[in-house]
């Protein structure tokens, strides 16, 4: 089971924090919302209950996905075979658990300074708890406080020490200070891999909601990592797509830091598969020769291993691209798909009617960030829903993106060259392609807002290459180091 350290859930059962709600359901709750990993933390309750509520919980974390690890009783974590432990600097040593539970499973342990940090990650720790960030009354007996800045320094240590082991802080984080917590606490060449907490999810009225705030504050905070990798990759970027937007998407692939090549000829498609970027299969203007093309170039690219990016142009208004569609489906695996609602429906299955090209939205954002995510979970891709609200989905973790500006809509090709952007963060990043797709997002967004904001911008064309710079300023300043642009974030 992958593990993603982003939003990490601690339980606790007291009713100081979980109060006279029912653990299982808060859990529950927090999964849905989009917590990534549960550590089942109990300090008080008798041996028959906590081994009682770990299976309970085993049960429910496994049905999303999420491993389960459990606080310092290893024996718990081996009767019931979840996926691995939490040790603190007073518990078990770690050879002694890491001898009970076998190589396979998680051990994670808290580390307060570099010293600990050091030895745990050398001794074969497979993440580090590092706090206390801040003093907390979920658990009394913390031995220093560290804040940022002593996160910071740990982050230093292990990345000079050569360590890429995944780091998490804890101790009075919440949705309030994540987003400052993890800009602070990052070293130059090391960050979080994301946020532990306690009461701000367990004492929430709404753990789904605190959760899913979390975990987009969590996503946005790793979006420089995705866009400067893109700068220092080039990756390629090799286009299919429509003969209305071949130049801009190409400029705009430039722009973000990536190679283009806008090639319909599917017999290139295999040499080019081989060059370590992702494909774009646009079916702007499909033809029985084009859609042959598309599926060949598809095989290749699956073949690869390497990322395919499905952009269903109007998918729904013809039965022709309707039937277009369904053959590109059957014909191999894409690794994102990108449309508006109609497109998105279309590609879902539903019998929808759509008028030429252009986008309408008339679902609630929750029935569309329940469309994507059951798309997603259908085809097993990440589904990117445009519109003037963006939401993208894996099927688990769900995220919200409100960036843009309405230029974007008055001018041809930029659904288009969205494609082409998610694409090249894609083709750079392929640890997580969700996040892939909200650093494309994102960045394609706020360029657009800065390029609106412009004094010389008044209208959709002085839009356009002012779009284009800002694009290429936002590559620029990541590059340098300089990810003020992501204030803008939405
Ligand atoms: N471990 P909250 S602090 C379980 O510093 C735990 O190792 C800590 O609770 C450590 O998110 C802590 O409610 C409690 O502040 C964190």
Not at 1 to 19: F, K, R, W
Request: charged fraction near 20%; include cysteine; proline fraction near 3%.
């Amino acid at each position: 089971m992958a593990v993603d350290y982003s939003v990490y859930l601690v339980t606790d059962s007291t009713p100081a924090i979980l109060g006279d709600k029912d653990l299982i359901s808060v859990v529950e709750s927090a999964l849905r919302g989009g917590t990534t990993l549960v550590q089942y933390r109990d300090k008080t309750s008798t041996n028959e209950v906590v081994l009682a509520t770990a299976k309970k919980l085993h049960h429910l974390t496994k049905s999303f996905g999420v491993p389960l690890l459990i606080n310092d009783r290893v024996d718990i974590a081996v009767q019931i075979g979840c996926e691995g432990v939490h040790i603190g600097q007073d518990d078990m040593e770690f050879e002694k658990a890491r001898n009970l539970l076998g190589p396979d499973k998680i051990i994670g342990v808290t580390a307060s300074s570099k010293e600990e940090a050091l030895k745990a990650s050398a001794a074969g720790a497979n993440y580090l708890g590092l706090g206390t960030v801040f003093s907390t009354a979920t658990k009394k007996d913390t031995k220093s406080i560290i804040g940022p800045s002593g996160v910071s320094e740990i982050l230093s240590a292990l990345h000079q020490a050569g360590h890429s082991i995944p780091t998490v802080c804890i101790g009075g984080i919440n949705a309030s200070n994540t987003t400052d917590v993890l800009a602070q606490s990052a070293s130059s060449h090391k960050s979080l891999d994301g946020v532990a907490v306690v009461s701000a999810i367990i004492a929430a009225d709404d753990p789904a909601a605190v959760s899913r705030d979390l975990l987009g504050k969590v996503i946005r905070a790793k979006i420089p990592d995705v866009v400067g990798t893109v700068g220092r990759k080039t990756p390629l970027s090799h286009n299919m797509t429509n003969l209305v937007v071949q130049n801009f998407a190409a400029n705009v692939a430039l722009c973000v830091g990536a190679s283009p090549i806008m090639s319909n000829y599917a017999e290139e498609a295999a040499d080019l598969a081989k060059l370590g970027g992702a494909l774009v299969l646009n079916m702007g203007t499909v033809t029985p020769e084009g859609l042959k093309n598309y599926v060949q170039a598809l095989k290749a690219y699956n073949d690869a291993n390497r990322p395919v990016v499905l952009d269903p142009v109007g998918a729904g208004a013809t039965s022709v691209r309707r039937q277009a569609v369904k053959t590109l489906l059957t014909s191999g695996k894409f690794t994102i798909i990108k449309g508006n609602q109609s497109e998105i429906q279309t590609v879902h299955g539903a019998t929808v009617t759509q008028r030429g090209v252009d986008s309408s939205s008339s679902l609630t954002i929750p029935q569309r960030a329940q469309l994507v995510r059951s798309l997603a979970r259908q085809r097993q891709c990440v589904v990117l829903l445009t519109g003037a609200t963006d939401l993208i989905s894996d099927g688990r973790r769900t995220i919200r993106i409100d960036n843009g500006h309405e230029y974007l809509g008055m001018i041809t090709g930029t659904g288009c060259t969205l494609g082409t952007t998610v694409s090249a963060m894609a083709a750079a990043y392929e640890e997580d392609y969700l996040l892939a797709a909200v650093a494309g997002t994102v960045m394609f967004g706020v360029a657009a807002e800065k390029a609106a904001r412009r004094e010389d911008v008044r209208g959709p064309g002085s839009f356009v290459p002012a779009f284009l710079d800002e694009l290429f300023g936002i590559k620029r300043a990541t590059g340098d180091g300089d990810s003020t642009w992501l204030e803008l974030a939405r």
